[in-house]
């Protein structure tokens, strides 16, 4: 596993190029000339924004001192280019560069070119799409100003994996809800599987961080919201009764336990996805993704 010592900011560009690379060179936002550099040692620190990208704790507190999130595969990270988030670097295994020309020139920072067993060992897992970019995170908004322009919001409470996460970002984008809310302890909608799963929806629905867990949904009262609540709760009200007009949130809880104690205790109303053959619930992101359709833009109304 490569070992590095620093995050560098700014890497500055090498002359090499790897085969099969285009022979023309990119001129970048500040006006230098880059050429695509060929690096063959993982353990490299010009590459440290993509080391070790399936450790968790290592990108959490990596990612967020440097103010920095990886998108993988050139449809995620055109769309995160289009959201205006801007690019710090490019990373391409040799495979995939000629498919990649467009971006590549585009890049206004280093473009670094590996091989796809370099790229493994750097990251950890095979990069089967074979481009990833290392990308400037952008100030988050308030809450009370993304709820002033919301009608229908997704609020979450601790849930921790960050597929469910992404998972829940693309059905508030598909099914007609304008913003997500996390809680403190929420994971991180531009941790890479997240931004992955979601399939760039994190870069398209607005989406704000809860300062206060305790209190945090008067702040949804006062903006108008009717709260519902999500559980499994037999005498909770089927999911179909809830009010279907206004301004909706719809809570849902952390993978293992649901909603907390509180959080249930504060909404308006508990409301239910009914179940047969003795299935008591549902994935969490399943349960959004029927939430969302029947409570969204084209459900209850």
Request: proline share 7%.
């Amino acid at each position: 596993m490569p070992h590095f010592r620093r995050v560098p900011s700014a890497p500055a560009a090498g002359p090499g190029r790897a085969a099969g690379e285009p022979s023309a060179v990119r001129a970048g936002q500040t006006g230098r000339v880059l050429p695509p550099i060929q690096v063959a040692d993982a353990g490299d620190p010009r590459l440290a924004d993509y080391v070790r990208l399936t450790d968790v704790h290592l990108r959490r507190s990596l990612e967020a001192a440097h103010g920095l999130f990886v998108a993988e595969g050139e449809k995620v990270i055109r769309r995160a280019i289009a959201a205006g988030y801007p690019m710090r670097s490019l990373l391409v295994t040799q495979d995939k560069v000629a498919g990649q020309a467009d971006l590549i020139a585009g890049c206004p920072g280093p473009v670094y070119v590996i091989r796809p067993a370099t790229a493994e060992a750097l990251t950890g897992y095979r990069v089967h799409r074979g481009t990833l970019a290392s990308m400037r995170r952008l100030p988050l908004p308030d809450v009370a100003g993304l709820l002033d322009s919301a009608r229908r919001i997704v609020v979450l409470e601790d849930i921790v994996d960050h597929e469910n996460v992404g998972a829940i970002f693309r059905c508030a984008a598909a099914l007609g809800f304008d913003a997500v809310l996390l809680a403190p302890r929420c994971a991180d909608p531009l941790y890479r599987r997240a931004v992955k799963v979601s399939m760039g929806a994190v870069f398209s629905v607005p989406y704000a961080r809860l300062a206060d867990w305790h209190g945090g949904l008067a702040g949804l009262r006062r903006a108008g919201f009717v709260v519902l609540a999500l559980t499994p709760a037999a005498d909770a009200l089927p999911i179909e009764q809830a009010p279907a007009g206004g301004k909706l949130a719809l809570l849902l809880g952390t993978e293992g336990d649901g909603l907390s104690a509180r959080w249930l205790a504060a909404a308006d109303e508990r409301v239910r996805i009914p179940m047969s053959a003795g299935v008591d619930s549902l994935n969490v992101a399943s349960a959004a993704a029927i939430a969302c359709y029947l409570l969204g833009r084209g459900g209850l109304r």
